[in-house]
């Protein structure tokens, strides 16, 4: 076991040693002048070496140790490998425990504490195996530690939890808050949330870490129980802290309760918590997730100090509520006050831009990341090739995806949608069966992404083959904007009838997007009793959308039939339906565009 550890640190970072002070080089010299041999000494020299993680010294107050064979102590031995195990220095910490003549409970808890500290969580568990049959009884420290490395550790049931809280019970530490807090972190970590809600209840002297602790719990795995839990605490009595305030606005965010976020608001100034970064954070992102902009503002305005992360969640906000101009602004004003932007701004900046279709700012953005030598990010990545392909820019847009050391599924519908959408239909679907090919699994907005390419470049069979493959060979099942591809695809093919005979076999109810689909080819195509029926199944699921009718009135007016074409548009006078700008046709193609706006979110 201590080969396999000491390999893994080998390949660790390589410890850490600071240069001492003045002052402290003073404190060494007068030690050692003192001539004095005591224990406390030393120990108070080594405490002072983990204090300013002095690994070099802490080496040679060893050495004086060993050369004088009367300090050779547990006390100092367990001094010592507190100090390795504290400085980084896990192997010689390891080589001391080795050699050490005596153990007792104070070493293998600060053996078992590096171990944690060191991720090795699986290993922990085994020393703490190997101290409890050598008849070392655990104290606290001991058991919060394994908790803790438990609760860590990938390959172990929640059973084992169970045995480490019956030792705790065993050895009678069932009052002491610390293990019991950390058991319910160990069991909410491992997502057995109802069985710490049973923890928790039982736990006769919760505090604020307690409470704390639950919440996140809901917070991560039923965030619409938090309000009631909030109302829970607030009813009992117990103080929140910053952490508890973070944590409930992050939930009100989720569920979008704006009202009890406001009664939080209110919380958080009688209690003092608003000048504190964190809570100030999730305060303001709480108001813009619920479309609150001027709240939010006025909530981010009000922070006396603010970081990356405060200025990335408003701009982040102003582009969800539809503002993607504001969101550069704020990006802008950002770098003026000297806050260098991260991935995420860089990457909420890019999708702005890709909403404003501004290939100018599109670019600077582009330079900033350049600029400030942030690494390669798969999330930035993604958003820079989307923002070039609503741009139009494909030459741009296909050089960033040939450089990208790490890309997606979004990396590869990104670029699938922008060639079909801009006339280049049979690289769409080249491009779809080479990520088949390079073992990307395609999801449902890929397959909507190249049956739109199929539509637009008249490929029948194609799309039939890639319709069918969705649910047979990747268990997808087809929605609506599968089906409206296909009968566009259909449609623009003239196999009108093929078309309305796929829309009469959908498992579920067709939607007014496929009957317009059809209308439109029956448009196209002078079907007018196909027509007809496809606009009588629109208008029975919504009379007000003005596009059934414009589809319609233009198919009688192609055919000459103005008296039919004059009739509904008195129609729609009659049941008050305005047209919309730029509404005059409605056909898959053109929902593609709402759908594109959302690939880069998967």
């Known amino acids: 076991m201590l080969l396999r550890i000491r390999s893994f640190i080998h390949q660790a970072r390589k410890p850490h040693i600071c240069q001492a002070t003045t002052s402290q080089k003073s404190l060494w010299t007068k030690s050692n002048l003192s001539i004095k041999t005591d224990g406390q000494v030393y120990s108070a020299l080594l405490k002072n070496c983990i204090q300013i993680l002095n690994l070099y010294h802490g080496k040679a107050i060893h050495a004086q140790i060993i050369k004088n064979p009367v300090l050779s102590t547990l006390f100092l031995h367990n001094h010592l490998l507190n100090m390795y195990l504290k400085c980084g220095d896990f192997s010689s910490g390891l080589n001391l425990f080795d050699e050490m003549p005596q153990r007792n409970v104070v070493s293998w808890s600060s053996l078992i504490t590096g171990l944690v500290q060191l991720r090795l969580h699986d290993e922990s568990i085994s020393f703490f195996s190997q101290m409890y049959h050598s008849g070392v009884k655990p104290n606290e420290f001991t058991l919060v530690s394994i908790l803790n490395a438990y609760s ?108 009890m976020g406001v009664q939080v608001h209110g919380q958080l100034v009688k209690y003092g918590h608003g000048n504190e970064i964190s809570v100030g954070n999730s305060l303001v992102n709480m108001y813009l997730k619920t479309r609150n902009l001027v709240d939010g503002f006025n909530a981010f305005d009000d922070m006396p100090c603010k970081n990356v992360l405060s200025w990335t969640a408003v701009v982040s906000g102003c582009l969800d509520c539809g503002e993607p101009g504001k969101a550069l602004e704020l990006v802008g004003e950002m770098r003026r006050m000297g806050v260098k932007p991260n991935k995420f701004t860089l990457a909420t900046a890019l999708n702005a831009c890709a909403n404003l279709t501004s290939l100018e700012e599109g670019k600077k953005v582009h330079g900033w990341r350049i600029k400030l030598g942030i690494d390669a990010d798969l999330c930035v990545d993604n958003a820079l090739l989307d923002m070039y392909v609503k741009c139009g820019c494909l030459d741009r847009a296909v050089a960033i995806f040939s450089r990208m050391e790490e890309t997606s599924v979004v990396s590869w519908t990104t670029l699938i949608m922008g060639l079909a959408q801009n006339g280049q239909a049979t690289e769409a679907v080249r491009l779809f069966d080479k990520m088949v090919l ?24 194609e799309g039939w083959k890639y319709f069918s493959a969705m649910t047979s060979e990747y268990g997808i099942y087809p929605g609506e904007d599968h089906f409206a591809c296909m009968v566009d695809l259909l449609g623009r093919a003239g196999r009108i009838k093929e078309a309305e005979e796929l829309i009469s076999e959908m498992p579920f109810q067709p939607g007014q997007l496929v009957w317009q689909t059809l209308l439109g080819a029956c448009r196209v195509h002078g079907d007018i009793e196909t027509g ?42 009659t049941r008050n339906v305005n047209k919309m700008p730029g509404s005059s046709m409605v056909k898959a193609n053109e929902h593609m565009s709402d759908i594109s706006l959302s690939i880069s979110r998967f």
């Open 152 to 259: 860590l550790s990938e390959n172990i049931g929640v059973s084992v939890a169970y045995q480490f809280y019956a030792l705790i019970i065993r050895f009678g530490f069932e009052s002491n808050i610390y293990l019991a807090n950390a058991f319910l972190s160990a069991l909410i970590r491992h997502g057995n949330l109802m069985e710490a809600l049973k923890a928790f209840d039982e736990c006769a002297g919760k505090d604020i870490v307690s409470w704390n602790t639950v919440m996140a719990g809901y917070l991560q795995f039923s965030s619409s129980n938090v309000p009631s839990f909030w109302l829970r605490m607030t009813h009992e009595g117990v103080k929140p802290d910053a952490y508890t305030f973070s944590t409930v606005l992050t939930a009100l965010a989720v569920v979008c309760d704006v009202v």
């Open 532 to 573: 007809k029926r496809a606009a009588e199944h629109a208008f029975n699921l919504n009379k007000k959308n003005p596009s059934t009718y414009i589809l319609l009135s233009n198919m009688f007016a192609g055919l000459s039939h103005w008296d039919s074409a004059e009739t509904l548009r008195e129609l729609m006078e």
């Open 438 to 461: 390079a073992g990307i699994k395609p999801n449902s907005i890929t397959f909507v992404c190249v049956l739109y390419a199929c539509s637009q470049g008249g490929f029948v069979n």
